[in-house]
């Protein structure tokens, strides 16, 4: 097991050195980081020159990037060009938000889904079922934006329910959260579903029927288990990208999470900011893969004793 | 020259690596050296993870060796450039396992025995066709078998087809790999006759692996025994059965269920399982589940030797015996 | 019934009731629903002018946020009713399909062709390349894309081809996967070592023996990921970094309309939400369908 | 054998629908199996043998249907609640299967799962669970059982699994154990150790045992009787020493014919030309007939039905084979 984490770890540790050089090169990308920093700012050749040499651009690419790393190592991704200051500090203010927002989404999904899906396999080829798995589907299919705009117009025009954007309290929390569980609530649905029904047709399944067990032991204890371990892996997916991916519900409530901070960066050109948000996410994402594979290690023996 | 085929000193490794990234080297085929001479059948006896299967591989230069050398009618395979081997390989085919396996789900029949006359340019096209046609017939199949795709046939049909496709360019050595091992009795027995059949209208020779002790003691003539990557016992198929030297040799017989109600019960050898091949020990591989083992098994690993004409056995057992009695 | 011994009841049950394509099934009348509404889809993606009763981007400042037709104030000049511009909804419904599909087919064709041929090359060869390839497919994968594209494009600037580059450089990693893993097993098949054994060269064994093989699962994959794909330029269009206009696109159409959904006028953003949602499940219940009938195994 | 039989079968069918009608994988099995006898269930794939006992054990699962007379030591268990069901299987009838590896979970300790069967009935309840199943592993022969109870099936070779699989099934002190293909998935000198394993537990709990294989080699020395099956059907159903001596079906013996036989080296084997009928598509009359070399015409329309000879012997053929 120990051996398993520490191969783990150190994947972990490789991958998020390989995301953190792609956002480097971003400001490649076209040739000259500087235009891309200045783009859109009526700056004189002399500006360009001087801002060049203060950010160290007019050095060989090498050290440029040998630069960045350590400063990146010690949580030093730049500094804001319009507020001075430090990018990464400014892009964790708004985590918490973000935070906050993808828990509750994921418990609402989370609770939704997975009963349907057990009903749906146990129920297979149901009125139930095929109901539950069209709504699914459905669910699926209608894209964020529109699922929020959507929202707004039924629970806070309309309804006015829940007001409709901005932060404060739960009230806040809740249209934005409902919005962004859909998907995952209907893709999870489905996938318990499935592999639910794939488990319930392994030997192992029939073995224990034969040996007796009660039904509810069969499913609840040996096919919940065992289709448990494909469904942890997109739950776990699906919170990476709620974490660092909620931008277009962040930006149709106006929640102030990390997403909607870095769409704002993007329209005033604050590079430094979204590249730092990218990082960040991109830290959290594979941080909580790590942890998923942790989870995985303590759940199937099979890992954990190889 | 009578050795169609020499393996020397043959072995294969394969580097292994579990989930969990702790690398170790597995000896699959492990020093191993024997002949097939033409037109016999040579069975090679083992359980499952002996390295058989590899072994095969490694002798069609479908796995790559670690060492040692494979001579084909006195070339030698694993030194020949990619173009000669291939123009080589017209000569020596093999047959699988699971006979839908082995057909290519989406090519007919007729196209999949056509196929290795294609793949050589051989003849004009109706020549291929008629080939097909007379290769069908070889097999026991009907000609409208050649529309047909592999899913639209039996198993045994399926080992049929691939026989036909084994046989389309007049091949010299065949390797069977456990042909009938997943067909039912009744098409084993038809799929046994047939190649029977072959091999003495056509002069074949086999290499022909398999795990069932009885269908071996039928159609071989005569028998290797591996065990962990090595071959432990080899001799004429009907010597082998009389009287096995071998104490692993011995174990299998014994375990092999008699098919005769009235043949006296024997107690089964408990010889336990196979040991991990990651680490065999530096004896004999045997050396822990053999019942007459010595101090000289745990620390010598004994070589095959021909302990009597015809007859090889790799145990520390003969040798002294031999001693003794001269 | 000479398959090998079905090991187990769902084995032979399988055996039994095999699903051809021939079949029909209580969920296809779903199925036959979906292909209709996509045909009409593409119908309209193919001839939008002929098809649309007014130009897309025709302004008439007097007809501006029109209701449907079958509303109190409703035109029958515009049966969905008219955009803040006075643009007329169904014609940039019409073409809003245009865009939608031929963005998410160029970045589906690019992403598979690349992703497919680098899956079958690591997959076949194996070695120090496959390594290379699936470390990378990794990485990629712990990236969270949607901020990454929205970051990318805002370097190199929106367009209509960057965002084709941006989806399909997203695409290529379920694909190389998926070759990957079917090459990887297809390979060790008693089929492909036969063929080997006879002297076929790797070219003949993976064009002719190992892709055709795989072609069923990628055409699976392809057609669910191709709704990925349209929602994902969707999105990219509603926060503006998508297409740009003059190009209708149904994503531009809601994040354009949004204040005035606010104001009472719902239409403006309900339809292209519709045509979009029609578009993606349409897809999703003929890949799921597709599934079922080509290869029920395969677990996305 | 005067007392009772401890399973009748009577007329089993089971039904599976298909797009063309539904198919019949057993159609009208009937045997029965004494008390601490061996039966061998021998045939062919496809000929039903394997849905025959999932139907025994009501494990049939839709749309599956089946129907027919079970009788268990007196109880007709077409006739039983669910819950009796439950209580039986694992209890008075337990089953273990071709491939220990996937008939195991793997996520759950071994202990765990032998645990469970103590847990499921009441009937079993004893003190210490812990020991109870330890006790289990022991009768199976498994070295060290109280440490292996920690253990997780992919730790255990298929050699042990499949003696944990029998260990558990002798948890509730069956008097029938149904051994599907128990062997297939093992090697030989494996095999030999699980089949005395087998016969050593009839000997010392008299425990029934119905041994499903296609490997008729298996059943000579293990089996008491032996009934053969082919295409869904029970053609033969004799004591071992007169079936092997004296085959009265004409499939029988084929079977026996086309076996290579260790110590009987020969020419040649005969046999049995075609192959086994499609279910979907079975020939009209004899099922055996168009593989048959004594097919006559009677044999092609008209379907034999099984019959006793009375010395015990059962064959569903219209021109049964004298002995040699």
């Known amino acids: 097991m120990w051996r398993y984490v520490r191969r783990r770890l150190v994947l972990a540790v490789l991958t998020f050195w390989a995301v953190s050089t792609i956002v480097w090169g971003l400001l490649y990308l076209t040739g000259d980081p500087v235009a891309i920093l200045l783009a859109g700012t009526p700056a004189g050749q002399t500006d360009v020159e001087q801002l060049r040499h203060a950010l160290g651009f007019d050095r060989p690419l090498p050290i440029q990037y040998l630069h960045f790393l350590s400063a990146a190592v010690q949580g030093d991704l730049g500094n804001s060009l319009r507020s001075g200051e430090p990018a990464l500090l400014l892009v964790s203010r708004r985590v918490g938000f973000t935070v906050q927002l993808a828990l509750l989404a994921m ?85 318990v579903r499935s592999s639910l029904l794939d488990v319930l047709n392994r030997d192992y399944i029939l073995a224990a029927r034969a040996r007796g067990l009660r039904e509810a032991l069969v499913v609840g204890k040996h096919a919940l288990k065992n289709a448990a371990l494909p469904v942890i892996t997109i739950v776990a997916l699906q919170f990476g990208y709620m974490l660092g991916g909620a931008v277009i519900t962040e930006t149709i409530f106006g929640w102030p999470g990390v997403g909607l901070f870095t769409v704002t960066a993007i329209h005033e050109r604050d590079f430094p900011v979204v590249q730092a948000a990218v990082v960040l996410a991109s830290g959290m994402f594979i941080a909580l893969n790590f942890l998923v594979d942790l989870l995985y290690g303590w759940l199937d023996p099979r890992i954990r004793f190889s | 020259m009578t050795d169609l085929v020499v393996v020397e000193e043959l072995c294969t490794y394969f580097q292994v690596r579990g989930p969990t990234g702790r690398r170790a080297v597995l000896h699959a085929v492990d020093n191993v050296s024997f002949v097939v001479r033409r037109n016999e059948i040579l069975a090679l006896v083992g359980e499952s ?278 | 019934m000479s398959a090998p011994i079905a090991s187990s009841q769902a084995a032979l049950v399988r055996e039994l009731t095999g699903r051809r394509l021939s079949r029909f099934r209580s969920g296809d009348l779903l199925v036959l629903i979906a292909f209709l509404m996509l045909a009409a889809i593409v119908v309209c993606a193919l001839i939008p002018a002929t098809l649309a009763p007014h130009p897309p981007n025709q302004q008439e400042i007097t007809m501006r946020l029109l209701p449907p037709t079958w509303m109190a104030r409703g035109d029958s000049a515009h049966p969905l009713g008219t955009d803040q511009l006075g643009r007329d909804l169904l014609s940039r419904v019409i073409h809003g399909a245009r865009i939608s599909l031929i963005v998410g087919l160029s970045a589906l064709i690019i992403s598979g062709f690349i992703g497919v041929a680098i899956g079958l090359l690591a997959g076949y060869y194996r070695g120090w390349l496959d390594d290379w390839i699936m470390r990378l497919a990794d990485v990629q994968l712990a990236i969270p894309y949607v901020l990454l594209a929205i970051a990318i494009i805002a370097v190199i600037g929106p367009s209509n081809l960057n965002v084709v580059l941006v989806l399909a450089v997203n695409g290529w990693v379920v694909y190389a996967r998926l070759a990957r893993g079917q090459a990887l097993s ?115 | 054998m005067r007392e009772p039989p401890l399973l009748e079968v009577e007329d089993l069918r089971v039904e599976f629908p298909t797009p063309k009608g539904s198919v019949r994988a057993a159609d009208g099995v009937s045997f029965r199996v004494w008390p601490s006898e061996i039966v061998g269930l021998v045939g062919e794939s496809g000929c039903g043998k394997s849905v025959t006992t999932l139907a025994l054990m009501r494990l049939v699962r839709p749309p599956g249907r089946f129907s ?71 009768q199976v022969r498994i070295p060290n059982p109280r440490a292996q109870l920690n253990a997780y099936p992919h730790q255990f070779s298929g050699g042990m699994a499949q003696r944990v699989m029998i260990g558990m099934g002798l948890a509730g002190r069956p008097s029938l154990l149904i051994a599907d293909e128990p062997t297939t998935a093992l090697d030989v000198s494996v095999q030999a150790q699980i089949l005395d394993l087998l016969r050593a537990i009839r000997e010392k709990l008299h425990t029934a045992v119905i041994l499903i294989t296609h490997d008729l080699a298996i059943t000579a020395q293990l089996c008491d009787r032996i009934v053969v099956m082919y295409a869904g059907q029970v053609v033969e159903a004799s004591p071992t020493r007169e079936l092997f001596r004296a085959p009265r079906h004409p499939y029988t013996r084929g079977l026996l014919d086309s076996m290579p036989r260790l110590g009987h080296k020969r020419a040649r084997l005969e046999q049995i030309p075609g192959q086994p009928p499609d279910l979907r598509a079975l020939p009209v009359g004899c099922r055996f007939a168009p593989r048959c070399p004594r097919a006559e015409e009677r044999c092609r329309t008209e379907e034999p039905v099984l019959v006793s000879s009375g010395d015990g012997r059962y064959v569903r053929c219209h021109f049964p084979l004298e002995a040699r």
């Open chain 3, 186 to 300: 297809l390979r060790e098949q008693e089929f492909i070592q036969a063929y080997r054994a006879l002297g076929a060269r790797d070219w003949r064994i993976v064009l002719q023996h190992i892709l055709p093989n795989l072609l069923s699962a990628v055409i699976v994959v392809a057609s669910l990921e191709l709704a990925g794909i349209i929602t994902l330029e969707s999105s990219l269009s509603f926060l503006g970094l998508g297409i740009q206009p003059p190009t209708v696109s149904w994503g531009y159409m809601l994040a354009d309309g949004r204040t005035y959904q606010l104001g009472g006028a719902w239409w403006v953003v309900t339809f292209p939400g519709l045509a979009i949602t029609a578009t993606i499940l349409s897809i999703n219940v003929l890949g799921d369908w597709l599934r079922d009938v080509l290869d029920p195994r395969l677990k996305i």
């Open chain 4, 68 to 138: 027919g007379r079970i009788v268990f030591k007196g109880r007709n268990l077409m006739a039983l609640s669910e819950h009796e069901m439950r209580l039986l299987r694992g209890g008075e009838m337990a089953m273990i299967f071709q491939n220990p590896m996937t008939a195991l979970d793997p996520v759950f300790t071994v202990g765990d799962q032998i645990a469970e069967v103590f847990q499921s009935h009441p009937q079993l309840r004893t003190g210490d669970v812990r020991t109870a199943a330890a006790a289990v592993l022991e």
């Open chain 2, 49 to 326: 993870g002996c390295g058989k299967s590899t072994l095969a591989r490694t002798i069609l230069q479908l796995q790559k060796r670690t060492s040692g050398r494979v001579l084909f009618d006195g070339q030698d395979l694993t030194a020949l450039a990619a173009g000669e081997l291939r123009r080589l390989r017209r000569r020596m085919q093999v047959i699988f396992q699971h006979p839908h396996g082995s057909l290519d789900p989406r090519v007919s029949i007729g196209q999949a025995i056509r196929d290795p006359m294609d793949i050589h340019a051989v003849g004009t096209m109706d020549e291929r066709q008629s080939r097909v046609e007379e290769l069908l017939g070889l097999v026991g199949l009907h000609p409208d078998h050649a529309q047909r795709f592999p899913h639209q046939i039996s198993g045994g049909q399926a080992q049929r087809v691939a026989i036909a496709r084994a046989l389309a360019l007049h091949p010299d050595f065949i390797i069977a790999d456990e042909p009938v091992s997943s067909l039912d009795v009744s098409i084993q027995a038809q799929i046994l006759n047939l190649l029977a059949d072959l091999r003495a209208s056509l002069g074949l020779t086999y290499l022909f692996i398999a795990h069932n002790l009885a269908v071996v003691e039928h159609f071989s003539s005569r028998v290797a025994v591996m065990y962990l990557g090595r071959i432990v016992e080899l001799a004429i198929s009907d010597e082998l059965y009389a009287r096995p030297l071998h104490p692993y040799t011995q174990a299998l017989l014994a375990s092999a269920p008699v098919a005769d109600p009235d043949a006296p019960a024997r107690p089964p050898a408990y010889i336990g399982d196979v040991p991990n091949p990651l680490e065999p020990p530096p004896g004999c591989r045997f050396e822990s589940r053999c019942p007459m083992a010595m101090d000289i098994c745990r620390q010598v690993d004994p070589v095959l030797t021909e302990v009597e004409p015809e007859h090889w056995v790799a145990c520390h057992l003969y040798p002294i015996l031999q001693r003794s009695s001269t």
């Open chain 1, 107 to 191: 418990t609402l999904a989370l609770v939704v889904s997975i009963p349907v899906g057990i009903v749906s396999a146990m129920f297979r080829g149901s009125l139930t079922d095929r109901t539950l798995m069209l709504l699914s589907m459905v669910g699926q299919s209608m894209p964020i934006f529109w699922v929020g705009l959507l929202m707004i117009a039924v629970f806070a025009v309309e309804l006015r329910w829940f007001p409709a954007g901005g932060a404060g309290g739960i009230k806040y929390l809740f249209l934005p959260a409902a919005t962004l569980a859909l998907y995952p609530m209907a893709r999870i649905a489905r996938l």
